[in-house]
């Protein structure tokens, strides 16, 4: 005889709890994560040109291979594949400016697809060597990744509060679109800024439901401010399917050695940062450490999930801290919740009608609204930066990385006679070149005491 469905259950990773209860803690969830898992398709879309049917298929997979990675997690296959813990997967802006970089040089989506499935592959390797690779990313190195992923991402933020470069005059008249559209217009930043005002508001006001969709509802807020500016196009939804799955290699797929490159490095970054996740999930939320298979089962999945993305046309996952933080902060872990809320963006993705009015929202409200979500992104690398000492080795480290990531990528022509393959990998995106120089310095610098031990001995001899 089966169990009643008890409150209780909703502390338990098994258990049957109150339907009603997993609904609306499932929702919770989705209501968290749902921006930051289709704005990065939206972002890519238009950087690579795709067309208003390529573009809605490419936010239906995204929101359905998320809905994969997740219950690839929560449905682990033994010890060995799966972490069997209560996370979230979803589209990550990790790999924004990487991809923005990919897409803008005429690459294609299919060349981020072949560089995905490389990637993926990486993180098993991680996976599979997580003790021994682990020791080469500490806190101060990822810490340094997410920080400069942060500053990298801060002027896709404001092209967007501004309309979006590629909206320009000619551009808008063509399309028979409002001027209002046109990049760099008094209405774009007026959109923008009381869509930023509006999320800050519920942020830091807001109580319940309202300070945790602070975005979503300062979306919506300013969405309807562009509505009566007549700046929403809906000429793309009504000849959007209601049903429709996504297609498998799609947009083909492509291998270039220097994209492979540069996002298998932020594979291998993510697949730290993601043991950081399950960690702080099982701490938080189960009061426990996490075990050495929960683990390496949670980075196999996170590998073979993103291979399967990269086969379907989809834009690369990673677990979702923000979801974390939601199950630190109420303990409810049960399964049936985060399995809903993966059905949820499942139906959400095979649905194109609903992609396609996710597509009619204009560049300046989601520029108000991803600036602070990119500005919140550099201050949790930050936070890990600070939870070292700041010794003068550790300053080097990420002062130095930051500087030459973001300084070549800011400093356009400075690597012009190089080769090409070489610009791809370390001139286009900042985040490569900085993860680069702070792996290398955190290997060749001395460590604190053995300076301090090498000064004494000098001094001690003269």
Known sequence: MSRKPTREALYQFHGRPPLGSAVSLALEHLVAMIVGCVTPAIIISQAAGLSGADSVLLIQTSLVMSAVCTLLQLFPIGKRFGSGLPVILGVSFAYLPSMQAIASAGEGVATISGAVLVGGLVAVV???????????????????????????????????????????????????????????????????GLTLVAVILLNQYGKGIGKLASILLGMVFGYLVALCFGMVD?????????????????????????????????????????????????????????????????????????ILTALFGGLPTATYSQNVGITSTNKVVNRVVFTLTSVFLLLAGIV??????????????LGGATVTVFSTIAMTGMKLIASQELTARNTTIVGLSAALGVGVSQASGALGQLPESVTMIIGKSPVVIATLMAVLLNLILPKDGQTRKGIFHRHDKS
């Open 126 to 192: 991680v996976g599979l060597f997580t003790k021994q690779i682990r020791k080469l990313f500490p806190p101060v190195i990822t810490g340094t990744v997410v920080f400069t992923i942060g500053l990298s991402l801060y002027p896709t933020a404001i092209n967007y509060m501004a309309g979006g470069a590629a909206n320009t005059a000619a551009a808008v008249a063509e399309k028979g679109l409002t001027s209002a559209l046109v990049y760099g217009s008094w209405q774009n930043w007026l959109i923008a």
């Open 234 to 306: 809906f000429s793309g939804v009504s000849s959007a399917a209601w049903f429709s799955l996504p297609k498998p290699l799609h947009f083909g797929i492509h291998f270039d050695l220097s994209s492979c490159i540069a996002l298998g490095l932020l594979f291998a970054i993510n697949s730290i940062q993601a043991i950081g996740d399950f960690t702080a999930v099982t701490v938080g939320g189960m009061s426990r450490e996490p075990e050495d298979h929960e683990l390496q089962g949670g980075i196999l999945a996170y590998g073979v999930g993103n």
């Open 352 to 365: 194109p009608k609903f992609s396609a009015i996710l597509r009619t929202i204009p560049q300046c409200v």
